[in-house]
């Protein structure tokens, strides 16, 4: 049984993640930077900047949510750059974002399904992902179907939240994941489910070795797990 956000709720996980990401969407960009101190932008940089060897001219950002892992992709000096989501609600506030920055010609965001992506084969020189995988509701298929529009020799960087394994911590982490940030993400998002659903999203994902296997099977090759922070989160890279 795949982990989601409302247990009570009989919907698909994929329906159910689309909705809770519409509910938050309005608080969704402070929480994050609010609950993670900030260092997810840290994060997106470091990511990024695994790719400026590669200067890839057309990118796509899955799960793209408001746009961030996108907008900071602009360093690259792309020709092009779609993001994809399910949810129209994190969208809207990521085109707001785009429109006030000016680069609308570059960043198209498109409401559409990881898992099912409308894009030919062999299209994009780079896919991204930040905080994104660990959502799909049938993993090695989105990764599958990440490879399959990426170029040959393109790269794909996946930015997740890991688990840390280093004394205390672990047990310091654990802590304020599992019973500080879901309080506070419920007084201000609103919603009650989706930051406990963020740590036990988290704990069910097969981070680290277990990653790589699903990452290799779904076509990438060349594989690299680089962790980040003590292991809070890791960026995974993987070629066609």
Known sequence: MSVVPYKEQNASKKEQVAQMFDNVSPKYD???HLLSGGIDILWRKKAVKLLRKAQPKTILDIAT???DFAIEALALKPEKIVGVDISEGMLSFGREKIKKLGV?????LQKGDSERLHFADNTFDAVIVSFGVRNFEHLEKGLTDMCRVMKK????IVLEFSKPSVFP????YNFYFKYIL??????ISKDTSAYTYLHDSVQAFPDGKDFIQVFERAGFNRTQCLPLTFGISTIYIGRK
């Not at 020799?153 to 794909?156: A, E, F, I």
């Not at 879901?182 to 007084?187: A, F, L, N, S, T």
Request: net charge negative.
């Open 30 to 32: 402070f929480l994050n």
């Open 65 to 67: 949510g408001t746009g």
């Open 104 to 108: 609308e010609s570059i960043i198209e």
């Open 153 to 156: 020799d393109g790269t794909c």
């Open 169 to 172: 911590f672990k047990q310091l």
């Open 182 to 187: 879901p309080v506070v993400g419920k007084i």
